[in-house]
């Protein structure tokens, strides 16, 4: 079995502890194929909310995947997402800012990817980057050039900001959900080495992932931080345990679905000079010889 929603929410009291978080399943979860099964059901029935949601037109969705290296952000957005209309989801990646990134605030690359009314957007990292590498490597604020950035209240002003941005988008319409996808220090390890022995994974290793990992503790410092600061209702983190890639997955899909389904998404109806009009059409349509 998968927990309800409320297992996987860090709370809104600034009281979450990574080193208390588990990054494996419980002992009772479902076996794998169990697993499976409920993923391709969960995935028809967001398939299913995804049509209402872009005929609705009202709201978006905003799906915000965090992690560390291997822990399957990829992945999961690829097996969650599998039975969307492309039409109605955007996938955006947030690696290294380019020139023309940093010659906006830091928060303009997202910005402009936000999904419009009706449909899902998904960052493979965010914003939270700068909160996160950019907190743990400071060296990088040097090409962001900021008229003043002070180390004891640039990091509380950003949290301030992302809260600000965040309520924003839900007062107007974006529904926003954030995964941290909780993978362990050691199954890390497992995965980075399947990497480095398998030709077909080869092209998924970069030797900043290792640097990345020797700096772990500030990592998760930097988590706890985003995480506590960051986790309101209107915009609620989930800490998903990413040892096991089809409980995460699972955990990810039924959130979501769970999501989709509490908006009061409507069929658009139509007036009674349209439904007039369809008589009409109707009537052409069987009117007609073949």
Known sequence: MTPPLSDFTVPFDGGFRVADHRTSPPEDADGKK????????????????????YADDRFALLLVFQAMDAAGKDGTI????SGVN????????????????????????????LPERGRIGIFNRSHYEEVLAVRVRPEFLKSQRLP???PSTIWTERFESIRDH??????????????????SRKEQKRR???????????????????????????????YEALLNETSRAHAPWFAI???DKPYMRL???????????????RWPEKSADDLALFDEHIQALESEDS
């Open 166 to 183: 965040e309520r924003h988008l839900a007062r107007n319409g974006t529904v926003v959900l954030k995964f941290w996808l909780d993978v």
């Open 251 to 265: 955990a990810v899909a039924r959130i979501v679905r769970d999501t989709l389904a509490e908006l009061p998404l």
């Open 34 to 53: 169990k697993l499976e099964k409920a993923l391709a059901e969960t995935v028809d029935e967001i398939s299913t909310l995804q049509r209402k949601l």
């Open 86 to 113: 492309p039409a109605g989801c955007q996938v955006s990646s947030f690696k290294a800012p380019s020139d023309l990134e940093l010659e906006h605030d830091w928060l303009w690359r997202t910005s402009c990817r």
């Open 148 to 150: 003043e950035a002070d």
């Open 241 to 243: 345990p990413a040892d």
């Open 192 to 222: 980075f080495l399947k990497r480095l022995t398998t030709p077909e994974k080869f092209w998924k290793f970069s030797k900043s992932d290792l640097a990345a990992r020797r700096d772990w503790e500030a990592y998760m410092a930097a």
């Open 78 to 81: 690829r097996a969650v997402m």
